[in-house]
């Protein structure tokens, strides 16, 4: 059968069995979705029975709790291409579900409208005879589209599997707050943010980590923008349960509108965030406000990761595995000859660009090195040299003059008239070289270069490669390699483009953060990648 974009899984079977059927259920599924799965929960419909089910309120219970860690866990392990959303909008407590604001038991008064529209809906439910099977998919259609609005040719499909207890009554409060940083949704996310929708009957209130609180993150030049993050989240809990009232606000400390909001009832936490929810109970407790519940759930375990990840689903797991990916489509090159395919490899100072370039040398690319060609723009006798001495006088060293960047350091716009006249001489050598790397029939040029964002010279290379590593270990390499003092260190950075303006620009982003064999394994990623795109 042809793949469907979008997809909605009716869960029919009772809570206490699903967990050990879920994996065949969601792997089932995995053949026939191929980018969203929302699942939508109704233990005990009965799709068999001749007269059409209408959709019901189910209580949130500690079950359905497990249930949605267990499957969020499961989902990532064998179906980890999906994006896969519990929908709650028919699960609510008792006392909410008959509240004045709502009709009585009746979770759709209209149909749901999904951020992406279902092609195909799938159900667990067991037919008790071959016969059953139009029936029961037709009584299927309908059900979900009381439930939600799906694509006018909306298919079913019996994903085939099966029974009931006194099940144990989950605690609920009106209002419920999170916090973190949200960086790319992942499985663990969604647990989090399911488990707190099961939670809140009224208000759902999230703190997103916002400028001071990303500085110590892995990787923190990669993490989507905050309204990215903000939008996403949105998004996510409009289908998962569009009757809360939510709220998102920034997080600049770790504590936010936990400590000052006077309605809150309870905060979820992970086994990991634990000491962060005590720590703002003691805060409340010192502002003369009620302490929160903690209601605590399971960190996910990552089945895919590596030596260098940590062992739960986490957010810079997924930011270290887009090192050496094409982050972004390359730009429009056709005024560019299709080869050399040229690379621009670009980095602040400590980043290892130098170390990147040789390596990729050894795969077979060209090297300009454009640090070298610098070095050829002040030799004697260049029209680079003459210019330089016109402007700045006829010293008769050709050190000095090779020295004079860093002497003119401390005036930025004496320094810019010296980077006006050697950078388009500099740009003239790499192209000379390229040139040659075209007519010796060569594949890939890498253009090892410094201030390739900073001068431009992005027009003459297919795609941009940045290396990034976090400001304090790049001072710590330049202090040790340079021997200069940390002072120093820090002005040289601070004179260049910020990581994250360069990340702005980069197609592929490598980093060179760990021991040389992880740096080995991106580069060796990011050219494998490369080969196949040219």
Not at 66 to 95: E, F, K, W
Not at 202 to 221: E, H, N, S, T, W
Not at 405 to 429: C, G, H, N, S, Y
Request: net charge neutral; aromatic share 4%.
């Amino acid at each position: 059968m042809a793949m469907f974009s979008t997809g909605v899984l009716v869960l029919t079977a009772p809570l206490h069995t699903l967990p050990l059927r879920i994996v065949p259920v969601l792997s089932s599924a995995a053949q026939l979705v191929e980018r969203t799965l929302y699942v939508h929960l109704h233990p005990g419909l009965n799709l068999g029975s001749g007269t059409q089910p209408r959709p019901v309120f189910i209580p949130p219970v500690v079950d359905l709790s497990t249930l949605i860690t267990r499957l969020y866990n499961n989902a990532a392990n064998v179906c980890g291409h999906l994006d896969v959303r519990v929908l709650l909008t028919n699960v609510r407590a008792h006392s909410a579900a008959n509240s004045e604001t709502t009709v009585p038991n009746c979770p759709f008064p209209t149909p749901q409208l999904l951020s992406q529209s279902p092609e195909v809906v799938l159900t667990d439910f067991p037919l008790q005879d071959v016969g059953q099977s139009h029936q029961v998919t037709q009584c299927l259609l309908k059900y979900t589209g009381h439930c939600y609005v799906c694509s006018p040719k909306l298919h079913s499909v019996l994903l085939h599997p099966q029974k009931r207890q006194n099940q144990e009554p989950l605690e609920t409060y009106n209002d419920v707050v999170v916090g973190g940083t949200f960086d790319r949704l992942h499985g663990a996310h969604k647990t989090l943010l399911n488990i707190s929708c099961l939670l809140a009957n009224r208000r759902f209130l999230i703190g997103v980590c916002d400028q001071a609180m990303l500085k110590r993150k892995v990787l923190k030049d990669l993490i989507e923008p905050y309204s990215q993050r903000v939008q996403r989240l949105q998004e996510f809990l409009q289908d998962t349960k569009p009757s809360l009232q939510l709220e998102i606000v920034p997080l600049h400390d770790p504590f936010g509108e936990s400590i000052v909001d006077p309605l809150l009832q309870c905060i979820v936490v992970s086994e990991e965030t634990r000491k962060g929810g005590e720590a703002v109970n003691k805060k409340r407790i010192e502002n003369g406000l009620p302490v929160l519940v903690l209601h605590e759930i399971q960190l996910l375990k990552d089945a895919h990761r590596t030596e260098t990840e940590e062992e739960k689903i986490s957010s810079s797991s997924l930011r270290s595995r887009l090192l050496g990916t094409l982050l972004v489509p390359p730009k429009d090159t056709s005024h560019l000859p299709p080869l050399p395919y040229v690379i621009g490899l670009t980095g602040g100072s400590g980043s290892g660009k130098s170390s990147i370039a040789r390596q990729l040398e050894a795969l077979g690319a060209v090297r300009v090195d454009c640090d070298k060609l610098g070095h050829e723009v002040y030799q004697p006798g260049t029209a680079g040299y003459h210019r330089v001495l016109e402007e700045f006088g006829s010293e008769n060293s050709t050190c000095t003059i090779s020295n004079l960047p860093r002497m003119l350091f401390v005036w930025q716009e004496r320094l810019k008239a010296l980077t006006d006249i050697v950078w388009p001489e500099i740009a003239l050598l790499a192209k000379n070289r390229i040139s040659k790397a075209r007519e010796e029939g060569k594949q890939v040029c890498v253009v090892d270069a410094a201030v390739l964002l900073e001068a431009g010279w992005t027009d003459m290379v297919h795609e941009v490669w940045v290396t990034i590593i976090p400001e304090e270990e790049a001072v710590l390499r330049i202090t040790e390699r340079d021997s200069v003092t940390t002072e120093d260190a820090l002005r040289r950075l601070q004179s260049q483009w910020s990581n994250a303006k360069q990340v702005e620009h980069a197609n592929v982003v490598l980093s060179t953060l760990w021991e040389p064999e992880v740096t080995r394994k991106q580069v060796l990623k990011a050219w494998n990648l490369l080969q196949k795109r040219i």
